[in-house]
Nanobody, 125 residues
Framework: QVTLVESGGGLVQAGTSLRLSCAVSGRSLTPTYMAWFRQAPGKEREFVAT????????YYADSVKGRFTISRDNAKITVYLQMNSLKPEDTAVYYCAGRTYYTSNYYQKDVYGYWGQGTQVTVSS
């Protein structure tokens, strides 16, 4: 059983920064690929960013490219999402997700088998 626990969400003003963390625990085989998704009220859960175990493969959604940075610390088995220049439209519940195999469809939520409970990020204007 693999458990993902997000933290770091909160209420911030537009233009400021926030860093989310996702701690992975459980069995020794941790997900190779980790990602962040988000879901705003009344909307579908959408892809934000993904990172491979080595960190050599990183992809971002166009809406966050240049503002958000995904990273991971394999020693701590933790994944981070540094969010800069936050906008009100970034308001959502942010979810950490993991998968154990490679796929080119990394932006699809259905390919992820492990999910956290989510952390709320609210950006005020």
């Amino acid at each position: 059983q693999v458990t993902l626990v997000e933290s770091g969400g909160g209420l911030v003003q537009a233009g400021t920064s926030l860093r989310l963390s996702c701690a992975v625990s459980g069995r020794s085989l941790t997900p190779t690929y980790m990602a962040w998704f988000r879901q705003a009220p009344g909307k579908e859960r959408e892809f934000v960013a993904t990172i491979s175990r080595s960190g050599s493969s990183i992809y971002y959604a166009d809406s966050v490219k240049g503002r958000f940075t995904i990273s991971r610390d394999n020693a701590k088995i933790t994944v981070y999402l540094q969010m800069n220049s936050l906008k009100p439209e970034d308001t959502a519940v942010y979810y950490c997700a993991g998968r154990t195999y490679y796929t080119s469809n990394y932006y699809q939520k259905d390919v992820y088998g492990y999910w956290g409970q989510g952390t709320q990020v609210t950006v005020s204007s």
